[in-house]
């Protein structure tokens, strides 16, 4: 590949060309990509983005001055017919996620252009899904030019599954707007938690895994006095089956459902909780640690990395613990505020989005001197 400026266009050279590739992936990925897109567009890269139709109608790829084309990500023959089209003039190709990764890989295979993908998160799937994205993680991580891992120990199963160049690329999660309120106790009111802490925390409604952590815990809570509330963001297939659940045990538990913003409920947030078997630059941690809400989560990935001491961390699948943790928090006020100045702190130290891009155009300028 001749060496291409990644600056704007002279009469010697054209822009560098890169296709970004999303194949799925969670909000914070997309954001990501939509955020990485526009800072590379300010600084004259010509920027491709592939993925679902869905996310250019959520993120607006072309409003931040990139091309947009549509890929059916689920079906992989004519995803890679699609990909192929996209990278007929591109420098460099970059994926975001497992299933982006492949395939570009896929795509890539018989062509010398080179391949960053950016691993932003694992599966914790058990069973023949486990073994699968194994297979698929060693794929992806063997075909890559550069691997960057988001957290560190993304970096290190890079390089356990073969990756030749695996490196840390911490990103910038673009903050979540802030919607005006027009009345201060708004939300507070609606949950039925005027006088009575609020919890806040996000997760896929189904019984096993996090959420049956978070409501075995919450018995602890029923105790207290005042007793709390816990708001749950998010919607699944077994939102009825847990309802029951929390109807038969009394438990101080509102599941909100489909549409509700989590970064909205922080707002009026007491403490936050992110229960997960695994997660690294996860959107609810770092949204509640920029607005000072204390934050109680499991220590596994990468959150003690981004989180440091500004943050209470408990194993994951101990509810015990989880309960004593939030339990000793709303008993000690002076500790809360402890942790709300350490969390804005520790926020004010991430990486900016202008750093991000900075930081992912010097690989590709590395990527394009080799060429």
Do not use: N
Not at 76 to 83: K, M, Y
Request: hydrophobic share 45%; with cysteine.
């Amino acid at each position: 590949m001749a060496p291409r400026s990644t600056s704007a266009p002279s009469h010697s050279a054209a822009p560098l060309h890169v296709v970004q590739l999303l194949g799925g992936g969670s909000a914070g990925t997309g954001a990501h990509v939509r955020s990485l897109s526009a800072g590379l567009v300010a600084r004259g890269v010509r920027v491709t983005v592939g993925a679902a139709p869905s996310a250019e109608r959520r993120y607006g790829f072309t409003a931040a001055g990139a091309r947009f084309v549509p890929v059916p990500v689920k079906t992989t023959p004519p995803a890679v017919g699609v990909i192929g089209a996209m990278c007929a003039d591109a420098d460099l190709v970059h994926a975001h996620g497992m299933r982006a990764g492949l395939l570009a890989a896929l795509t890539l295979r018989r062509r010398a252009v080179p391949l960053v993908v950016t691993w932003h998160t694992r599966s914790t799937a058990p069973g023949l899904r486990s073994r699968l994205r194994a297979l698929t993680e060693h794929c992806v991580a063997r075909s890559a030019t550069v691997v960057l891992g988001t957290t560190s120990d993304l970096v290190d199963r890079a390089r356990a599954h073969g990756a030749r160049d695996a490196r840390l690329a911490p990103v910038a999660l673009p903050a979540a707007r802030r919607r005006e309120e027009a009345e201060p106790d708004k939300i507070r009111a609606e949950l039925g938690a005027v006088d009575r802490p609020l919890l806040v925390t996000e997760a896929r409604l189904v019984r096993s895994g996090s959420l049956d952590v978070l409501l075995t815990a919450a018995r602890a809570w029923r105790r207290l006095t005042p007793q709390p509330v816990l708001a749950v963001a998010g919607d699944g297939p077994e939102r009825a089956a847990l309802q029951r659940r929390i109807d038969r045990e009394a438990l101080p538990v509102r599941l909100l459902g489909r549409g509700t913003d989590a970064a909205t409920l922080l707002r009026d947030a007491d403490v936050a909780l992110l229960v997960a078997r695994w997660a690294g630059r996860a959107p609810l941690a770092e949204e509640a640690l920029r607005r000072g809400v204390p934050l109680v989560a499991t220590a596994v990935g990468g959150v003690p990395e981004v989180v440091g001491d500004a943050a209470v961390l408990v194993p994951y699948g101990d509810p015990g613990a989880l309960g004593t943790a939030v339990s000793g928090l709303l008993a000690d006020a002076p500790r809360r505020a402890r942790l709300s100045d350490a969390g804005r702190g520790r926020a004010g130290s991430w990486p900016t989005e202008d750093t991000t891009v900075a930081q992912v155009l010097a690989v590709y300028d590395e990527l394009a001197l080799r060429g």
